[in-house]
Antibody, heavy 119, light 108 residues
Framework: QVQLVESGGGLVKPGGSLRLSCAAS????????MSWIRQAPGKGLEWVSY????????YYGDSVKGRFAISRDNAKNSLYLQMNSLRADDTAVYYC????????????WGQGTMVTVSS | SYVLTQPPSVSVAPGKTARISCGGN??????VFWYQQKPGQAPVLVIY???DRPSGIPERFSGSNSGNTATLTISRVEAGDEADYYC???????????FGGGTKLTVL
């Protein structure tokens, strides 16, 4: 079935780095735009970044620009988020999400991976 | 940047109709999407393109978009509808997605 599975979350100190991964299955990964969306504890959804199907177009939210880097490996059906210079306010559940080709909405979401930035 | 405003909470009795608003500048010129998020779970798309339902979403869920406000309507509310609901659009000036702050629906 169509599925996204995130991994790589954990506890990291302020200023540290972490790399998240998202494994896709059940659909043609290379056909879809993919995104990272996060949710701080008890807060709402915040878009982080997205990449076009080929990876040639990439956008970042203002809060992560210059610190985070999204990438994808279509041969491995995988999406990544390299997070550098982490701050306490980056603490959140990070979701990988697919943007539907027809709906243009985020039609498939992973279960999320928790990132905690704390000393 | 574009801003979407939702009420923090809405309460409704079982069997009644819940309406959740999503306000923004000229929302009717944009396509609005709605997501349902139950505690401890990932969001689920319930409405796309203002008023269309993905397969598997009950007909009790409907949407509309006029002027500066989009509305998610849930008819014959059930206890299982209790969740947070988020609206979302694409900001055409930046090509970034924008989420509303979310509305917690409580079924009394």
């Amino acid at each position: 079935q169509v599925q996204l599975v995130e991994s790589g979350g954990g506890l990291v100190k302020p200023g540290g780095s972490l790399r998240l991964s998202c494994a896709a299955s059940g659909f043609i990964f290379s056909d879809y735009y993919m995104s990272w969306i996060r949710q701080a504890p008890g807060k709402g959804l915040e878009w982080v970044s997205y990449t076009s199907s080929s990876g040639s177009t990439i956008y970042y939210g203002d809060s992560v620009k210059g610190r985070f880097a999204i990438s994808r490996d279509n041969a491995k059906n995988s999406l990544y988020l390299q997070m550098n210079s982490l701050r306490a306010d980056d603490t959140a559940v990070y979701y990988c999400a697919r943007r539907g080709q027809l709906f243009l909405a985020f039609d498939i979401w992973g279960q999320g991976t928790m990132v905690t930035v704390s000393s | 940047s574009y801003v979407l405003t939702q009420p923090p909470s809405v309460s409704v009795a079982p069997g009644k109709t819940a309406r959740i608003s999503c306000g923004g500048n000229n929302t009717e010129s944009k396509s609005v999407f709605w997501y349902q998020q139950k505690p401890g779970q990932a969001p689920v798309l319930v409405i796309y393109f203002d008023s269309d339902r993905p397969s598997g979403i009950p007909e009790r869920f409907s949407g509309s978009n006029s002027g500066n406000t989009a509305t998610l309507t849930i008819s014959r509310v059930e206890a299982g509808d209790e969740a947070d609901y988020y609206c979302q659009v694409w900001d055409s000036s930046s090509d970034h997605p924008v989420f509303g702050g979310g509305t917690k629906l409580t079924v009394l």
